[in-house]
């Protein structure tokens, strides 16, 4: 059991965050998107204690972490379509996957032995300081146990890993919500391998071309790490529920009113007002709280699969499938 320190936003915090990444520790500090359980990539000791205070089945890829692009060009190869991508929407809530470059300091274990590396910029500005204090590309999963909802705050970072690591940088609630959007571009066209919080729509207009995958794509390709069964509740949970059962929990969505919803157990909305930005804000901190309430199912609205709606949609069918 380890003592988890909880650290300020400031710059002591920082500082004290970046000295144990350093001497191969795990922290867990706040990006716009959720909060990640960092370590430092280039040590495989430290990448391996990620897995372990996670509890993660197998040895996924995770994505390393850049202050800037210019530190993602000594990791990793960027063909034309990346680079446009990288300075379009970096620092922001877009990964690259790319060929590893030939000075790529990033241990095998966090690429899982692929010869392609996933390289992200994060926005958050303690997560910039962060990086640039540590010097080294940070390996960072999001920072709960594996199989759990995302963590959108300090507080759901401790709840899932407190004595399991050794500090939370605390940076207040994460702005987007949902994780990263990730793009492969390893030759050929690129593939969307995970939706998340750049909008495909934004992604497409900006290469003048539809991306390849995605749910509605057929075979699926999904990033190896995306397991079915994700981002689960304890509660069963129930898609585009047209009606509230007595007793379930309802995660509402707009301002359509269901049949039902008086004797709900409880209700969140995700938007009163339609907002797909909003809601992803709202969504894995209003999953636990429903799912905190004791209700046996969590009933969802039905959400739009456009913009932002595509990556909520991902995430709440995975915490709807069988486990
Ligand atoms: O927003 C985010 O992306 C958050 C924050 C902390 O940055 N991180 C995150 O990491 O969601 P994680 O480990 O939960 O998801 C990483 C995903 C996995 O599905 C993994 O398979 C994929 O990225 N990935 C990483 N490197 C890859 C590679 N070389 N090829 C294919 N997929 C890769
Ligand atoms: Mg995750």
Not at 106 to 123: E, M, T
Not at 153 to 176: E, K, P
Not at 282 to 305: C, K
Request: charged share 20%; aromatic share 4%; net charge negative.
């Amino acid at each position: 059991m380890l003592q988890t320190e909880r650290l300020k936003a400031d710059d002591a915090g920082i500082a004290r965050a970046a000295g144990i990444l350093r001497h191969g520790g795990l922290v867990a500090f706040p990006t716009e998107t959720v909060y990640g359980l960092g370590a430092d990539a280039t040590d495989p000791q430290a990448v391996a204690r990620i897995y372990a205070a996670k509890e993660r089945p197998s040895f996924n890829p995770l994505i390393a972490h850049l202050d800037s692009f210019e530190s993602a060009k000594a990791q990793g190869v960027f063909d034309e379509t990346a680079r446009r991508l990288a300075e379009a929407f970096w620092p922001g809530p877009l990964t690259l996957v790319v060929p590893v470059a030939p000075g790529c300091t990033i241990s095998d274990l966090a690429r899982a032995g692929l010869d392609s590396v996933g390289l992200r910029v994060p926005a958050h500005p303690l997560a910039h300081a962060l990086l640039q204090k540590t010097g080294r590309p940070v390996a960072a999963p999001s920072a709960n146990r594996s199989g759990r909802v995302s963590p959108t705050d300090a507080g759901h970072v401790l709840g899932d890993l407190d004595g399991r690591i050794d500090a939370v940088l605390d940076g207040g609630v994460s702005q987007v919500g949902v994780e990263s959007t990730i793009v492969a571009c390893l030759g050929g066209s690129p593939r969307l391998l995970r939706p998340g919080g750049v909008p495909r729509e934004a992604i497409e207009a900006l290469i003048g071309m539809k991306l390849e995958g995605g749910p509605e794509g057929g075979k699926s390709p999904l990033a190896p790490g995306m397991l079915a069964s994700h981002y689960a509740p304890r509660a069963r949970v129930r898609l585009n529920a047209t009606e509230i059962g007595q007793d379930e929990a309802a995660l509402l969505f707009g301002s359509a009113a269901l049949p039902g919803i008086e004797t709900a157990r409880t209700s969140l909305n995700l938007s009163n007002n339609g907002d797909l930005v909003e809601a992803a804000a709202h969504l894995f901190s209003f999953l636990r709280q429903l799912d905190a309430s004791g209700a046996a199912t969590i009933a969802v609205s039905p959400i739009p699969e456009t913009g932002l709606g595509e990556a909520i949609n991902d995430r709440l069918r995975r915490a709807a499938a069988e486990r």
